[in-house]
């Protein structure tokens, strides 16, 4: 069903609703939170749900049409296990990017190492961790896994709408490479088990993790963890390990999970 979707239409509206809902929250001088909270019930809740509900109406089916809890248990500890070696790579990557643009734009490592203030309104920390946690991951794989895996895999060949979806993801976050790469782990979850819920469960854990990171703010691994333009070249031997010993897992995993998949978009079941 999702391949009858268009991915078009998606990006557009998601795009109009958001310059409309900033248009009319700045018109109205709302507070300093408020476009954040409503900015992101519109991305993630009124936009999606309109999107969606009409192609599942219009085809007669519902979300248990491509979730389905037979067989997740089996995937929990790999799911866990990939979250860990994404996770340490995303780390270590950031120190990678940091290490290579210090020499060049110490500004610019200043500038990303800043830490940004977060409102302490107790309804605004649960509304965010929920989102982070729960609404992003679910609403990320319907887009990115759903609509426009399956959209580029007709289009062009399974790697091919594998690579383009993933890299799409990447651009739209921070940690670009560590997205990209973890897009192309959660493709090939959906592709291999035809059951979205799998990579959705990936995303959880994952953003779970994140959001604890946000609030709590450890200061753990303290060998790998980067608070300053010192740090980058103090802590560099075991960034430079972990980062090593996480690519080749994390590129080891997506071997293991692409092999034997079918290469034509037509030898893909339904």
Known sequence: MFEQMKARY???????????????LIALGVSDITPDVVSQLVLYVVVPGIYFGYYFRKHQSSVWDVLSLNGIRKWLPALFALVAVSI????????????????????????????????????????????????????????????????????TSMWGGILISSLLFGILHLDIIGAFLFGVVASLLYVRTNNLLVPILLHIINNSLAAAALFLAPTWPESLAIFSLADIYAKAAPNAV?????????????????????????????
């Open 88 to 155: 340490a790579f995303s780390i270590s990557m950031f120190w990678f990017q940091l290490f290579m643009l210090a020499p060049v734009a110490p500004w610019l490592v200043n500038f990303m190492l800043e830490e940004f203030p977060v409102p302490n309104t107790p309804g605004y920390i649960v509304f965010t961790i929920f989102t982070i946690a729960i609404l992003a991951p679910i609403v990320e794989e319907f887009m990115f896994r759903g609509v426009l895996l399956k959209r580029m895999i007709a289009k």
């Open 242 to 270: 972990v980062l090593g010993i996480s690519a080749v897992l994390l590129i080891g995993a997506i071997f293991w999970l692409g092999r034997g998949l079918p290469k034509a978009p037509e030898e893909i079941h339904q």
């Open 10 to 24: 998606l990006i557009l509206f998601s795009v109009l609703g958001m310059i409309a809902t900033l248009v009319i």
